[in-house]
């Protein structure tokens, strides 16, 4: 389940009444969710998908295949050239989703919970505490995401088909801070391949 419905779900089984201050945070924390922001962020990239035509003579014009990239390490960004009518839209929600994960990191990294310290200390050097702090913002942003309250950094290995995608690739960015191999079910095809909920 993804946090919005985690939360829908919350409201429908309420044996008690909620008051007006807490329909209206939930309301806010329903159209201000991760999970909504990345969904609408597919749909517009998905929108700016070429055609098949378009996207192999992108390819040859580009020799060598790019690197994909991921906003807060678990949502694709799109391969291809985006039209400028959208390119606004996709900034707005990678800018929406960004500064959310950025306030949760920050709050978490006040109340140092288990799962933060799991993470080991902030590094002092500039290089080790960006690489901890890029783990930091995809682990935060996965918990947010799907509603994780465990002390555990991910929490148990999800059922959901299209969460255990983002569930590898958040231990994927767990791997690389600890400098550990990655386990077999974790290689790089399993990384990249899409899921139903994502954009490419």
Known sequence: MTAAEVLAW???T????L?????????VE???SIARWAAEYCTVAAAAKPTREQMLAAARGMGVRQRQRFVIGLIPEPPWPVPADLQAGLADLKSRIEQRV????????RANPSWLAALGPIPAEARARAGWHAAAV???AYRDMYGVDSDQPLGRLPDNPAQR??????RHA???LRGSLVPAYLAAAVLARPSRHRCV
Do not use: F, P
């Open 138 to 140: 995809t682990v935060a």
């Open 10 to 12: 919350a409201l429908r």
């Open 30 to 32: 329903h159209w201000n």
């Open 19 to 27: 008051s007006a201050h807490q329909a209206r945070m939930a309301e």
């Open 102 to 109: 950025k306030d949760r990191l920050a709050e978490a990294i």
């Open 165 to 170: 995608i983002d569930h590898a690739r958040a």
């Open 174 to 176: 767990l791997a690389d």
């Open 14 to 17: 309420s044996g008690s009444e």
